[in-house]
């Protein structure tokens, strides 16, 4: 019974392991997303004397409107753009089911 009970313990820590690498594998890619969102809208904007940010009126009126839109109301491109934040984090569960059930595929896309 004790032996048992040390594998199960093992095999619970084993898997926090992985839940734990997992979520900051997850992380990361959230702050590369938002990373590199940053950059795109610094690089529209100026910054005046005092050192404000400037976005463009254009930028900003489109950006306003899209935060306020629910996913349904996105135009279709808007839409895509989404889809394909979302196709990043499929991969990486699809990764990590195929990592944790010790199947492997050369096949990167879903």
């Given at each position: 019974m004790l032996l048992a009970s040390l594998v199960m313990?093992?095999?619970l820590e084993r898997?926090?392991?992985v839940k734990d690498e997992?979520?900051?594998e997850i992380a990361a890619h959230c702050h590369e997303q938002w990373a590199g969102w940053m950059r795109w809208m610094f690089d529209k904007s100026?910054?005046?004397?005092q050192g404000?940010?400037?976005?463009?009126?254009e930028l900003y009126k489109r950006w306003y409107r899209q935060c306020k839109t629910s996913y349904d109301d996105l135009s279709e491109e808007e839409?895509?753009?989404?889809?394909?934040?979302a196709d990043e984090f499929i991969s990486l569960f699809k990764n990590q089911?195929?990592?944790s059930h010790h199947l492997y595929t050369d096949d990167a896309d879903y």
């Open positions: 313990n093992c095999l898997s926090l392991m997992f979520r900051e100026s910054i005046d004397r404000n940010c400037i976005i463009p009126r839409k895509d753009s989404d889809r394909k934040e089911y195929l990592e």
